[in-house]
Structure formats: C-alpha cells, structure tokens
C-alpha cells in the first residue's frame, strides 16, 4: 500500500511547500499529492485554494496575479506566521527539479473544478515530458472531463478520478471511461465499492487517512495507496509489520 503526503508533509509544515514535499520524503512517503493552478501569465504554479486569503491573507485569486508577484507571497503567513520563515509558492517546474532526483512519485491535482484553466492540461503534461517523469506521475482531479483529456492527450498518462460522494459501479465508471485509479474520500467508500473496483482492475487511492481505524480499513480493503497529512505515523505503522 504506497503512502501519499497530502500537499506534501501537512500535517506538520505548510502545506504544498518546498519544505512540506522534502519533509515528505524523509518521512518515508513513497508518493506526494500535490495541487496545480495558472497564474495570469500561464506559469503553472503549486497551491490548492483558487483564492491566496486562507494561506496568505491576500483577497486576491491565483489566476489573477502573475507568477513574479505570487513570488512575494507568503504561503505559510496565516497559519504559520513566522515559525518557518518565507516560504515561497512553489512552481511545478521548481518541484520537478527537485523531485527528478528522488524515487518519489507525484500524484498532481488538477485544479480544474471551480475553474477550468485554459492550456493547464498540455502546459503541464509538456513539464513532465521535460523532465522524464511520465512514469512516475499520475493526474488527479474532480472534473474528470479534464482527466479524459489528458488521457486523449497522452494515453500512457495515469488518471485517478476523484469524488467527493459515494459513487457506485465506481470501478465500471472509471474504467470505462478510460482512467485508472478511483479516488474516494473515505468517508464514502465502503466494501461493495471496493469490490467494483477489483471487479474492473481499478486502483484506490483513498483520502485523507489521519486516523488509525481508516488506516487498518485501508489496508485490510487492500487499497492500493493512502492519501495522508501524516505519512511519518503510517510509514512507521506499516514498517512495524501491519
């Protein structure tokens, strides 16, 4: 079962940060989850709100600021304030260099749901190209229109259909609809899903596993990997032998 740092090592540092995704990794993450967005100028940028308030404090939207003002904000100043210094809003580009010499794989959410980005598909897919990294990502996304054009784009590409309510036949729907990974909150998913799901070699991811019963139902339902805020507790408890 591949344990997923949700944003990166959350849990513990700002999410979707340089210093979240490094931290992943020494904790033993096999894969990082992370989330893609274009500022004004179409540079493909890592942050999961459309709207910088939660994180920053800034009123205003991604898409509505260019990548070299987004570089003067910091992403961790509401939570965090200054307990880790500035940390910069990552672009795509600066994760790849970094993440091209490590053996981790990245699940990239699309942020496709609320706005849907014009070139985010073919702009993103040609980073990866870039740096060699086809077969160590996978896309993610609610609107699973976008998931079926980066298949059409490029078949070999894995696709996981988010959801956030149950839905059934999940395994026929996303296997027939040409992807490859289901992806449930856990909330939703239950044995009948899972089942579906083997029926038609459909992968599970499962989010977000912070506590130890949903940690044991994901393993025992053999799900094929864990989306977490803490993948340090759920490297350690699966290294003790569960």
Same mark, same amino acid.
């Given at each position: 079962?591949?344990?997923?740092?949700?944003?990166?090592y959350?849990?513990?540092?700002?999410? /979707?940060?340089?210093?979240? &995704?490094? @931290?992943?990794?020494?904790?033993?993450?096999?894969?990082?989850?992370?989330?893609?967005?274009?500022?004004?100028?179409? @540079?493909?940028?890592? %942050?999961?709100?459309?709207?910088?308030?939660?994180?920053?404090?800034?009123?205003?939207?991604?898409?509505? $600021?260019?990548?070299? =003002?987004?570089?003067?904000?910091?992403?961790a100043?509401?939570?965090?304030?200054?307990?880790?210094?500035?940390?910069?809003?990552?672009?795509? =580009?600066?994760? &790849?260099?970094?993440? @091209?010499?490590?053996?981790?794989?990245?699940?990239?959410?699309? #942020?496709?749901?609320?706005?849907?980005?014009?070139?985010?598909? =073919?702009?993103?897919?040609?980073?990866?190209?870039?740096?060699?990294?086809?077969?160590?990502?996978? %896309?993610?996304? &609610? /609107?699973?229109?976008?998931?079926?054009? *980066? #298949?059409?784009?490029?078949?070999?590409?894995? *696709?996981g259909?988010?959801?956030?309510?149950?839905?059934g036949?999940?395994?026929?729907?996303?296997?027939?609809?040409g992807?490859?990974?289901?992806h449930?909150? $856990?909330?939703?998913l239950n =044995?009948?899903?899972v089942?579906? *799901?083997?029926?038609?070699?459909?992968?599970?991811?499962?989010?977000?596993?912070?506590?130890?019963?949903?940690?044991?139902?994901?393993?025992?339902?053999?799900?094929?990997?864990?989306?977490?805020?803490?993948?340090?507790i *759920?490297?350690?408890?699966?290294?003790?032998?569960?």
């Amino acid at each position: 079962m591949k344990i997923t740092a949700h944003r990166g090592y959350s849990g513990q540092y700002p999410e /979707n940060t340089m210093l979240a &995704f490094q @931290k992943a990794a020494e904790a033993g993450a096999d894969e990082i989850e992370l989330d893609v967005q274009l500022s004004r100028d179409g @540079k493909i940028v890592i %942050f999961h709100d459309e709207s910088l308030e939660r994180l920053t404090g800034n009123k205003n939207l991604i898409m509505e $600021m260019t990548y070299d =003002e987004l570089a003067k904000v910091n992403a961790a100043k509401m939570i965090y304030g200054d307990k880790f210094g500035f940390n910069l809003i990552p672009s795509l =580009e600066e994760y &790849f260099i970094w993440v @091209k010499n490590t053996n981790i794989v990245t699940n990239i959410e699309l #942020k496709n749901g609320r706005y849907y980005y014009e070139g985010l598909e =073919e702009k993103t897919l040609a980073l990866i190209a870039k740096y060699g990294l086809v077969e160590r990502v996978y %896309f993610s996304s &609610f /609107n699973h229109v976008s998931l079926m054009k *980066c #298949k059409a784009l490029n078949p070999v590409i894995r *696709c996981g259909a988010l959801a956030f309510m149950p839905l059934g036949n999940a395994g026929y729907c996303v296997k027939s609809n040409g992807l490859d990974y289901y992806h449930p909150d $856990m909330k939703s998913l239950n =044995e009948e899903t899972v089942a579906n *799901c083997k029926k038609y070699g459909v992968g599970i991811n499962v989010w977000t596993i912070d506590d130890m019963s949903s940690l044991i139902k994901a393993k025992n339902w053999d799900c094929r990997g864990i989306i977490t805020d803490y993948p340090d507790i *759920c490297r350690a408890w699966i290294n003790a032998g569960h």
